[in-house]
DNA sequence: CCTCTGACCGACA
DNA sequence: ATGTCGGCCAGAG
Protein backbone atom coordinates (compact mmCIF):
# COMPACT_ATOMS: atom_id res chain seq x y z
CA UNK A 1 0.00 0.00 0.00
CA UNK A 2 2.86 1.85 -0.29
CA UNK A 3 5.28 3.31 -3.27
CA UNK A 4 8.11 1.53 -1.75
CA UNK A 5 8.24 -1.11 -3.32
CA UNK A 6 11.66 -2.08 -1.30
CA UNK A 7 11.86 -4.87 0.98
CA UNK A 8 13.68 -2.84 3.31
CA UNK A 9 11.10 -0.25 4.06
CA UNK A 10 8.54 -2.64 4.33
CA UNK A 11 10.60 -3.92 6.93
CA UNK A 12 11.38 -0.58 8.46
CA UNK A 13 7.39 0.28 8.78
CA UNK A 14 6.11 -2.88 10.80
CA UNK A 15 9.09 -1.82 13.12
CA UNK A 16 8.26 1.56 13.38
CA UNK A 17 5.05 0.09 14.67
CA UNK A 18 6.25 -1.67 17.44
CA UNK A 19 4.62 -0.30 20.59
CA UNK A 20 6.95 0.51 23.25
CA UNK A 21 7.75 -2.79 25.95
CA UNK A 22 7.16 -4.92 23.02
CA UNK A 23 9.35 -7.25 20.64
CA UNK A 24 8.69 -9.17 17.63
CA UNK A 25 11.08 -11.56 15.97
CA UNK A 26 12.20 -11.40 12.34
CA UNK A 27 10.28 -14.41 11.35
CA UNK A 28 7.08 -12.52 12.09
CA UNK A 29 7.83 -9.51 10.53
CA UNK A 30 9.50 -11.23 7.38
CA UNK A 31 5.80 -13.60 7.37
CA UNK A 32 3.44 -10.42 7.47
CA UNK A 33 5.23 -9.17 4.62
CA UNK A 34 4.95 -12.50 2.92
CA UNK A 35 8.34 -13.96 3.14
CA UNK A 36 8.93 -16.17 6.26
CA UNK A 37 12.24 -17.46 4.31
CA UNK A 38 13.75 -14.03 3.81
CA UNK A 39 13.32 -13.71 7.82
CA UNK A 40 17.46 -13.10 7.02
CA UNK A 41 16.72 -10.46 5.70
CA UNK A 42 14.93 -8.52 7.90
CA UNK A 43 17.34 -8.67 10.32
CA UNK A 44 19.70 -7.18 7.77
CA UNK A 45 17.47 -4.79 6.53
CA UNK A 46 17.38 -3.61 10.02
CA UNK A 47 21.58 -3.54 10.05
CA UNK A 48 20.80 -0.96 7.05
CA UNK A 49 18.17 0.76 9.60
CA UNK A 50 20.91 2.11 11.56
CA UNK A 51 20.93 5.11 8.84
CA UNK A 52 17.25 5.53 10.32
CA UNK A 53 16.90 6.86 14.09
CA UNK A 54 13.32 6.08 13.66
CA UNK A 55 13.41 1.97 13.46
CA UNK A 56 13.90 0.73 16.78
CA UNK A 57 15.87 -2.35 15.90
CA UNK A 58 16.01 -3.19 19.78
CA UNK A 59 12.60 -4.36 19.60
CA UNK A 60 13.48 -6.74 17.21
CA UNK A 61 14.84 -10.35 17.93
CA UNK A 62 15.12 -13.88 16.37
CA UNK A 63 12.46 -16.47 16.97
CA UNK A 64 14.17 -17.81 20.58
CA UNK A 65 13.70 -14.48 22.00
CA UNK A 66 17.52 -14.24 22.01
CA UNK A 67 19.25 -10.74 21.08
CA UNK A 68 21.19 -11.83 18.95
CA UNK A 69 21.88 -8.59 16.51
CA UNK A 70 22.74 -7.10 20.48
CA UNK A 71 26.31 -7.09 18.94
CA UNK A 72 25.41 -4.77 16.21
CA UNK A 73 23.95 -2.51 18.52
CA UNK A 74 27.67 -0.84 19.37
CA UNK A 75 29.13 -3.80 21.10
CA UNK A 76 27.76 -2.73 24.35
CA UNK A 77 24.44 -3.71 26.01
CA UNK A 78 22.51 -1.09 24.72
CA UNK A 79 19.70 -3.31 23.24
CA UNK A 80 19.12 -4.97 26.53
CA UNK A 81 19.32 -1.32 28.33
CA UNK A 82 16.75 0.06 25.67
CA UNK A 83 14.74 -3.44 26.31
CA UNK A 84 14.67 -3.32 30.22
CA UNK A 85 14.43 0.70 30.02
CA UNK A 86 11.03 -0.09 28.25
CA UNK A 87 9.87 -2.89 30.89
CA UNK A 88 11.09 -6.07 28.99
CA UNK A 89 13.18 -8.23 31.53
CA UNK A 90 16.18 -9.23 29.63
CA UNK A 91 18.37 -12.20 30.84
CA UNK A 92 21.85 -13.01 29.40
CA UNK A 93 20.73 -11.58 26.18
CA UNK A 94 17.31 -13.72 26.53
CA UNK A 95 14.28 -11.67 27.00
CA UNK A 96 12.19 -13.52 29.84
CA UNK A 97 8.59 -14.21 28.85
CA UNK A 98 9.11 -13.31 25.59
CA UNK A 99 5.92 -14.60 24.59
CA UNK A 100 4.09 -12.56 27.23
CA UNK A 101 6.18 -9.46 25.40
CA UNK A 102 5.41 -10.94 21.64
CA UNK A 103 4.53 -8.49 19.44
CA UNK A 104 2.70 -10.17 16.38
CA UNK A 105 2.44 -7.52 13.30
CA UNK A 106 -0.02 -10.00 11.87
CA UNK A 107 -2.45 -10.06 14.71
CA UNK A 108 -1.83 -6.49 15.78
CA UNK A 109 -1.47 -4.99 12.10
CA UNK A 110 -4.88 -6.14 10.61
CA UNK A 111 -5.48 -4.04 7.35
C1' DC B 1 28.50 -7.87 -14.71
C1' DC B 2 29.10 -11.78 -11.51
C1' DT B 3 29.65 -13.69 -6.80
C1' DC B 4 29.01 -13.83 -2.03
C1' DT B 5 27.41 -12.93 2.21
C1' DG B 6 24.02 -11.39 5.82
C1' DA B 7 21.14 -9.49 13.23
C1' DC B 8 17.05 -16.03 10.62
C1' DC B 9 13.75 -19.90 10.33
C1' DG B 10 12.23 -24.36 9.34
C1' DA B 11 12.82 -29.00 7.54
C1' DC B 12 15.32 -33.27 7.50
C1' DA B 13 18.61 -37.20 9.31
C1' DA C 1 16.78 -34.25 20.87
C1' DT C 2 20.92 -32.23 18.29
C1' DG C 3 23.28 -31.05 14.01
C1' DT C 4 23.35 -29.65 9.24
C1' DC C 5 21.54 -27.47 5.04
C1' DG C 6 18.73 -24.79 2.03
C1' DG C 7 16.17 -20.48 0.99
C1' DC C 8 14.74 -15.81 0.23
C1' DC C 9 16.28 -10.11 -1.42
C1' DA C 10 19.41 -6.73 -1.65
C1' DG C 11 23.86 -4.44 -1.32
C1' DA C 12 29.05 -4.46 -1.51
C1' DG C 13 33.55 -6.01 -3.82
Redesign the pocket.
Known amino acids: MKDNS???QRVYEVCRKIPEGRVT???AI?KYLG??????????A?????NFEDVP?HR?V???GML??K???GGSDAMQQLLESEGVSVKDLQIQNFQKYFWDPMKEISE
Open positions: GFFSYGAAARSARMVGWMNSSRAVNRNTGSHF
